[in-house]
């Protein structure tokens, strides 16, 4: 994953709670998580990524956070049910939207949610995990991004299909 | 006038049906394609909200099912996926309007309006 893409998914992080919320969100400089960093929050939304790209897309944040984001929206059925599905779609816009600039390659999976205060949610290991943090209206959350660009396995596809033609194996 | 709303997420169904106004219109939701295609085979609408990236069935194979079965159907397709692309082969299948997520219940109520201008 390039600083470009990072700064899509910054960018995009910002828009994001402009757009919905009118209130801008201050999102700080991304850091690599070290297995020490306590970044998972009450409820998280996993995004699954395939294509030019493979990995997964991670938003996690405070029940007083998403309570307040559904609010904003109308939104007056205020149960865990309703938060968690509302962090789906946080990490589904986000990375939704990411495919104006990373393109329609940048293939993304149906939100996975979790909730409760001991949910876990495991990284990969084969990649960096860089954390952004969100600060919107007094509350911290993170957007979390663990992307590889599949450049490699495109070479040795390629690489494969090359050796197929020739009739080696 | 009869309006269904497909998506996957519950909140967003709700959050449209709050900004189209209720009494305007009769609706129906579905959290997916597949369920979608049960519920207009029964409610019958003039007007489609779908969401793309759903489980089950997506939405551009629902739109091609609800074509085939009603080609008046009017789709507009609320998705958050922002290249040009998607939005291109929605319109190929037949939707007549597509609204990038988040929206607003400005920008849906214009593209609504929109969908029958022609």
Redesign the interface.
Known sequence: MSEDDLKVFVKGTER?FS??TATAAEVSTPFVREQKDRVVSDFSAVIGVSGTQRGCVYFTAPREMVADL?KR???T?MTD??YA??V??IA?????????F???G?M???PVVFSGPSHDVRFPRDMPAFVIPIMWSGHNSSLILCLKDDVEIEKQASLAEALSTLGVN | MKLLIVD?????R??IA?AIGEPDYEIRTAGNGAEAIDVFDEFRPEVVTMDI???EMDGLMCVDQILQRDPGTRILII?????A??AVEAVKRGAQGFL???F?AETLNTELVELFRD
């Not at chain 1, 589904?92 to 104006?100: F, H, Q």
């Not at chain 2, 998705?79 to 290249?83: E, H, M, P, T």
């Open positions: 994001f757009q919905v559904v929206l109308g939104e059925e049910e309703i599905d509302y789906g779609e589904n816009t986000i990375s939704g939207n990411a495919r104006e990373l393109g329609s940048f993304i999976s149906v | 996957d997420s519950n909140v967003i709700r959050a709050r990236t759903m489980p998705s958050a996926l922002a290249d692309s998607t990038l997520k988040p607003t």
